[in-house]
């Protein structure tokens, strides 16, 4: 039997074929993945307003929108007079004029002067005549300064805090509130009002499930029967 030999020639080209085929077959698994990993983890982002203008130079990204402005992330909605996207994915937002959102999935409202919300952290920072509602519990609250996180559902209120709810009433100049727990922190010559009763301390801790009231350092109040 005579052997026969496969020309070295067309042993290379047969190689470099399968070559090809496998890098195609790897570039493709590779594209299909990616667009995979975009569907299942692509957020919504839109926005509209009556003008718009914009930088996009590198490290200076900014696009102002003006006149009815609206920008909706995943679940957020904010609309106000002057709205700044701020960064290459529009990382950071800035609100200004009738500041208006909505947290849809969480039931949450709120108004302001100012606002600056970052969608990395998931934060949002509001300033001036600001306030926050938690329709969810039938909580209103006010302040001057609002910090609120959206991850852990804790919000921070300072200066002229003012919260309301059923028949109660909290004063205080800063103020800590525990979505999750139900529970909010009074300090800064806190006062809590609960029909015609009045409670006065250092520190008040109110459980805004139960409506108790838990006092410390130089407690006073009036109860009227």
Known sequence: MIPIK?????????????????????????????????ILFAETFTFRADKMSGNKATGREVTVLTGNAE?????????ADRIELIGEDNNIINCSGSVWGHQEDKQIFFKSDKMTYNRDKKT??????????DKKNQIVARGRFIDYDENSEITVFQISVRLFKDN?????????YRRNDQLLDLS?????YKKND?????RI?????????????????SIKE
């Open 188 to 192: 800064g010559f806190p006062v809590v």
């Open 71 to 79: 920008v909706r992330s995943d679940n957020l909605l904010l609309r």
């Open 205 to 221: 801790r109110v459980d805004l499930e139960t409506d108790d009231v838990i006092m410390e350092g130089s407690v006073s109040g």
């Open 6 to 38: 496969t020309p070295l020639s067309r042993l290379k080209l047969k190689t470099r074929h399968t070559n090809n085929k496998a890098k195609a077959y790897f570039l493709l698994c590779a594209l299909f993945c990616c667009k995979t990993a975009g």
């Open 198 to 202: 009045e409670f006065k301390a250092d």
């Open 124 to 133: 949002a920072l509001m300033e001036g005549n600001s306030t926050l509602e």
């Open 168 to 176: 109660m009433v909290c004063r205080s100049e800063y103020a800590v």
